[in-house]
Nanobody
Protein backbone atom coordinates (compact mmCIF):
# COMPACT_ATOMS: atom_id res chain seq x y z
CA UNK A 1 0.00 0.00 0.00
CA UNK A 2 1.29 3.43 -0.91
CA UNK A 3 -0.15 6.80 0.03
CA UNK A 4 1.23 9.94 -1.60
CA UNK A 5 0.21 13.23 -0.01
CA UNK A 6 0.63 16.50 -1.87
CA UNK A 7 -0.72 20.02 -2.10
CA UNK A 8 0.88 21.69 0.88
CA UNK A 9 2.44 25.12 0.72
CA UNK A 10 2.49 28.63 2.12
CA UNK A 11 -0.78 30.53 2.38
CA UNK A 12 -1.96 33.64 4.17
CA UNK A 13 -4.44 33.47 7.00
CA UNK A 14 -7.96 33.28 5.64
CA UNK A 15 -6.80 31.52 2.50
CA UNK A 16 -7.45 28.03 1.19
CA UNK A 17 -5.49 24.97 0.14
CA UNK A 18 -6.49 21.55 -1.13
CA UNK A 19 -4.46 18.54 -0.12
CA UNK A 20 -4.51 15.33 -2.12
CA UNK A 21 -3.69 11.77 -1.12
CA UNK A 22 -3.20 9.32 -3.98
CA UNK A 23 -3.64 5.73 -2.81
CA UNK A 24 -2.54 2.47 -4.41
CA UNK A 25 -1.88 -1.15 -3.58
CA UNK A 26 -5.20 -2.09 -2.02
CA UNK A 27 -8.89 -2.30 -2.88
CA UNK A 28 -9.91 0.63 -0.75
CA UNK A 29 -13.69 0.53 -0.93
CA UNK A 30 -13.93 -1.34 2.40
CA UNK A 31 -11.56 1.01 4.17
CA UNK A 32 -11.44 4.44 5.71
CA UNK A 33 -9.07 7.31 5.03
CA UNK A 34 -8.01 9.89 7.53
CA UNK A 35 -6.09 13.14 7.60
CA UNK A 36 -3.91 13.97 10.56
CA UNK A 37 -1.53 16.80 11.28
CA UNK A 38 1.45 17.44 13.48
CA UNK A 39 2.65 20.91 14.37
CA UNK A 40 6.22 21.50 15.59
CA UNK A 41 6.58 20.43 19.19
CA UNK A 42 3.05 19.04 19.36
CA UNK A 43 1.48 15.62 19.20
CA UNK A 44 -0.15 14.28 16.08
CA UNK A 45 -3.77 15.40 15.81
CA UNK A 46 -6.74 13.88 14.00
CA UNK A 47 -8.41 16.19 11.47
CA UNK A 48 -10.95 14.27 9.38
CA UNK A 49 -11.93 10.83 8.14
CA UNK A 50 -14.03 9.42 5.32
CA UNK A 51 -15.28 6.03 4.22
CA UNK A 52 -14.21 5.05 0.72
CA UNK A 53 -17.64 3.50 0.23
CA UNK A 54 -19.30 6.81 1.04
CA UNK A 55 -21.87 7.80 3.63
CA UNK A 56 -19.44 8.66 6.40
CA UNK A 57 -17.32 11.66 7.21
CA UNK A 58 -16.12 12.87 10.56
CA UNK A 59 -14.26 15.99 11.62
CA UNK A 60 -12.35 17.17 14.62
CA UNK A 61 -13.93 20.18 16.31
CA UNK A 62 -10.84 22.23 15.47
CA UNK A 63 -11.50 21.98 11.72
CA UNK A 64 -15.26 21.39 11.52
CA UNK A 65 -16.94 23.94 9.29
CA UNK A 66 -13.65 24.92 7.64
CA UNK A 67 -12.22 21.67 6.22
CA UNK A 68 -13.96 19.28 3.86
CA UNK A 69 -12.82 15.72 3.22
CA UNK A 70 -13.86 14.00 0.00
CA UNK A 71 -12.78 11.15 -2.26
CA UNK A 72 -12.64 10.37 -5.94
CA UNK A 73 -13.05 6.63 -6.32
CA UNK A 74 -12.03 6.60 -9.97
CA UNK A 75 -8.74 8.33 -9.13
CA UNK A 76 -8.20 6.50 -5.82
CA UNK A 77 -7.59 9.89 -4.28
CA UNK A 78 -8.77 11.54 -1.09
CA UNK A 79 -8.83 15.30 -0.71
CA UNK A 80 -8.81 17.72 2.18
CA UNK A 81 -10.15 21.13 1.21
CA UNK A 82 -8.97 23.58 3.82
CA UNK A 83 -10.70 26.97 3.99
CA UNK A 84 -10.43 29.94 6.33
CA UNK A 85 -6.97 28.82 7.30
CA UNK A 86 -5.46 30.07 10.53
CA UNK A 87 -1.83 30.28 11.65
CA UNK A 88 -2.58 27.48 14.13
CA UNK A 89 -3.34 25.18 11.19
CA UNK A 90 0.37 25.23 10.36
CA UNK A 91 1.58 21.61 10.46
CA UNK A 92 2.71 18.64 8.45
CA UNK A 93 -0.41 16.93 7.19
CA UNK A 94 -0.55 13.16 6.77
CA UNK A 95 -3.05 10.85 5.15
CA UNK A 96 -3.55 7.34 6.41
CA UNK A 97 -5.80 4.33 5.91
CA UNK A 98 -7.64 2.19 8.45
CA UNK A 99 -9.97 -0.79 8.44
CA UNK A 100 -12.68 0.93 10.50
CA UNK A 101 -13.91 4.39 11.38
CA UNK A 102 -11.55 5.74 14.01
CA UNK A 103 -9.86 8.95 15.09
CA UNK A 104 -6.96 7.12 16.76
CA UNK A 105 -3.76 7.35 14.78
CA UNK A 106 -2.55 4.07 16.25
CA UNK A 107 -5.40 2.28 14.47
CA UNK A 108 -4.34 3.45 11.02
CA UNK A 109 -2.05 0.94 9.35
CA UNK A 110 -0.55 2.81 6.39
CA UNK A 111 0.62 6.42 6.25
CA UNK A 112 1.68 8.84 3.59
CA UNK A 113 4.87 10.87 3.82
CA UNK A 114 3.28 14.15 4.85
CA UNK A 115 2.95 17.54 3.22
CA UNK A 116 3.78 20.83 4.94
CA UNK A 117 1.17 23.53 5.30
CA UNK A 118 2.31 26.92 6.54
CA UNK A 119 -0.23 29.64 7.30
CA UNK A 120 1.18 33.11 7.74
CA UNK A 121 -0.56 35.78 9.81
Amino acid sequence: VQLQASGGGLVQAGGSLRLSCAASGRTFRHYYMGWFRQAPGKEREFCAAIAWSGGYTYYADTVKGRFIISRDIAKNTVYLQMNSLKPEDTAVYYCATASWATIKGSEYDYWGQGTLVTVSS
